[in-house]
């Protein structure tokens, strides 16, 4: 039982290529770092720091053990993500801001400002873009060289996901339904449609295929050039997704029947299933304490 729920754990981490060949013993649970309440965690690519989001961001350094406070904000932080070069961290807070915290400076300052809470965010894999999603419904893209913002998409319903291809070139965002947004044409189509709130997205490693999960209780896999689903696993409350580092397979996580679901991912040639929605009660977005 323990080793099927810590492959479950790390898949949904998306680190499965990395820890499963790892037979580390099973060993000492301790705390390192101590918050109000915990929405977020971040490990740095180098695995040398742990980064928490509670009402404030903290670092805690593995070789020294030390926990140093890095970023304030006004309210509960609820994304974190860190550049490839592990140089830099973004946090997402109900404060309505996208914060970018220097490694090597230590200075922390505002990037993006939205018109309600964060409830997504994204690097690109080069580190020079930062997007952002909130419920006023808007995708934002902040240029590190420029220093400017600027929207990109416009859903009608809060975007509770964001994902960026592997090459940085487009960037996926999931509200009422999912789009697809070109970097190079400025071009925003949209792509899939579910029949209710899409929560969570995955992208393959050589970005061709995309993950969806939503709260039409389905999650769906398909083609990022075409819009062709290819496979559909019903799937109830779903709130998070992954894929494994080779795309063979999927990991979903729900939070109305409590489980982890596991299923391989069809191999070509793919087999569209027909569409099929049937009435169910809208799950409501989690609880934010202010």
Same mark, same amino acid.
């Given at each position: 039982?323990?080793?099927? /729920?810590?492959?479950?754990?790390?898949?949904?981490?998306?680190?499965?290529?990395?820890?499963?060949?790892?037979?580390?013993?099973?060993?000492?649970?301790?705390?390192?770092?101590?918050?109000?309440?915990?929405? !977020? $965690?971040?490990?740095?690519?180098?695995?040398?720091? /742990?980064?928490?989001?509670? =009402?404030?961001?903290?670092?805690?350094?593995?070789?020294?053990?030390?926990?140093?406070?890095?970023?304030?904000?006004?309210?509960?932080?609820?994304?974190?993500?860190?550049? %490839?070069?592990?140089?830099? $961290? $973004?946090?997402?807070?109900?404060?309505?801001?996208?914060?970018?915290?220097?490694?090597?400076?230590?200075?922390?300052?505002?990037?993006?400002?939205?018109?309600?809470?964060?409830? !997504?965010?994204?690097?690109?894999?080069?580190?020079?873009?930062?997007?952002?999603?909130?419920?006023?419904?808007? /995708?934002?893209?902040?240029?590190?060289?420029?220093?400017?913002?600027?929207?990109?998409?416009?859903?009608?319903?809060?975007?509770?996901?964001?994902?960026?291809?592997?090459?940085?070139?487009?960037?996926?965002?999931?509200?009422?339904?999912? =789009?697809?947004?070109?970097?190079?044409?400025?071009?925003?189509?949209?792509?899939?449609?579910?029949?209710?709130?899409?929560?969570?997205?995955?992208?393959? !490693?050589?970005?061709?295929?995309?993950?969806?999960?939503?709260?039409?209780?389905?999650?769906?896999?398909?083609?990022?050039?075409?819009?062709?689903?290819?496979?559909?696993?019903?799937?109830?409350?779903?709130?998070?997704?992954?894929?494994?580092?080779?795309? !063979?397979?999927?990991?979903?996580?729900?939070?109305?029947?409590?489980?982890?679901?596991?299923?391989?991912?069809?191999?070509?040639?793919?087999?569209?299933?027909?569409?099929?929605?049937?009435?169910?009660?809208?799950?409501?977005? %989690?609880?934010?304490?202010?």
């Amino acid at each position: 039982m323990k080793k099927k /729920v810590i492959l479950a754990a790390v898949f949904a981490c998306g680190a499965f290529g990395f820890l499963y060949g790892m037979q580390a013993p099973y060993g000492e649970v301790k705390d390192i770092i101590q918050h109000d309440g915990v929405k !977020s $965690v971040a490990i740095t690519p180098d695995g040398n720091y /742990v980064i928490s989001g509670g =009402k404030k961001v903290k670092l805690w350094n593995k070789s020294t053990g030390q926990v140093e406070d890095i970023i304030q904000h006004d309210n509960w932080v609820n994304l974190l993500a860190i550049t %490839p070069d592990g140089n830099y $961290v $973004v946090s997402g807070s109900n404060d309505k801001s996208v914060k970018l915290w220097d490694k090597a400076t230590g200075q922390a300052t505002t990037i993006i400002q939205h018109d309600s809470q964060i409830e !997504s965010v994204a690097i690109t894999p080069d580190g020079s873009y930062v997007v952002s999603g909130g419920s006023d419904d808007k /995708v934002k893209l902040w240029n590190k060289s420029t220093g400017q913002v600027e929207d990109i998409i416009q859903h009608d319903y809060p975007v509770w996901s964001v994902a960026i291809t592997p090459d940085g070139n487009y960037v996926i965002s999931g509200g009422n339904k999912v =789009k697809l947004w070109n970097k190079s044409t400025g071009h925003v189509k949209d792509i899939i449609q579910h029949g209710q709130t899409v929560f969570a997205l995955a992208i393959t !490693s050589d970005g061709n295929n995309v993950v969806s999960g939503s709260n039409d209780k389905s999650v769906k896999l398909w083609d990022k050039a075409t819009g062709q689903v290819k496979d559909i696993i019903q799937h109830d409350g779903i709130r998070s997704v992954a894929i494994t580092p080779d795309g !063979s397979y999927v990991v979903s996580g729900s939070e109305r029947d409590n489980t982890v679901r596991l299923w391989k991912a069809p191999p070509p040639p793919y087999e569209a299933p027909p569409p099929a929605y049937e009435e169910y009660e809208e799950l409501p977005p %989690p609880a934010y304490e202010e």
